[in-house]
């Protein structure tokens, strides 16, 4: 994984499911000041929850040490008014999103972009076309933690820690790259009309382990 949508901010020389998009949405983070977020003044409009289809243990206090193969398990989450809970729902569905196009290498751009507009959603796009190209798949799983967020209007900042363990997989069977294990983001959110869109995702930090139970 990423934090940038050119290259992988988490290692710069490989991308597993966050690396290709913090990286993909930053446009590589590594080279560029991280930039600061505005938020605006004027009050958030009601909208309804989406649903999520993120495996969630932590509603129930079992937050797995390693991540379950194949999904992005829920880790804790600070979220606590609605507000702030409808925020964080939209963030999960989008990597949800992200890891089923690195999983499966094939697009679903009304969902993406349902999700994620600008960067956050062509980082992952174009991922994923390099990624047939090299005839690349991925495995592994993610447990994504939300460490802050705050709503501010129609923009919100959601900071996160992730146990990441996906791995690009080459064409003859071999690991195309070490995972992570851990990284850190932070995600810019924007609210079009009732529904929020991520617009950008940066790694903050690689390898030191974060606080994902």
């Given amino acids: 994984m990423s934090a940038s949508p050119r290259r992988p901010l988490r290692r710069a020389a490989s991308a597993c499911l966050l690396a290709a998009v913090v990286l993909t949405s930053a446009a590589c983070a590594s080279e560029q000041p991280t930039p600061t977020v505005s938020l605006d003044e004027e009050p958030s409009a009601p909208a309804s929850p989406t649903p999520s289809e993120t495996s969630d243990p932590a509603a129930a206090g079992e937050v797995p040490e390693v991540p379950p193969d194949g999904v992005v398990t829920r880790g804790r989450n600070v979220a606590d008014s609605p507000a702030e809970l409808e925020v964080t729902d939209r963030w999960y569905a989008y990597w949800d999103e992200v890891l089923r196009m690195y999983r499966s290498t094939e697009v679903d751009r009304d969902t993406l972009h349902s999700l994620a507009t600008g960067d956050a959603a062509e980082g992952p796009l174009d991922y994923v076309a390099r990624m047939r190209e090299r005839g690349d798949t991925q495995r592994g799983g993610v447990i994504a933690a939300v460490t802050a967020v705050r709503v501010d209007g129609r923009r919100a900042v959601v900071e996160a820690c992730f146990r990441d ?29 009732p529904d929020w869109r991520v617009v950008e995702s940066v790694g903050t930090s690689e390898g030191a382990p974060c606080d994902y139970r």
């Avoid at 997989?169 to 995600?187: I, K, L, W």
């Fill in 165 to 193: 363990d996906t791995q690009d997989v080459a064409r003859n069977g071999r690991p195309a790259e070490v995972p992570a294990v851990f990284f850190t983001s932070r995600a810019t959110l924007r609210q079009e009309g």
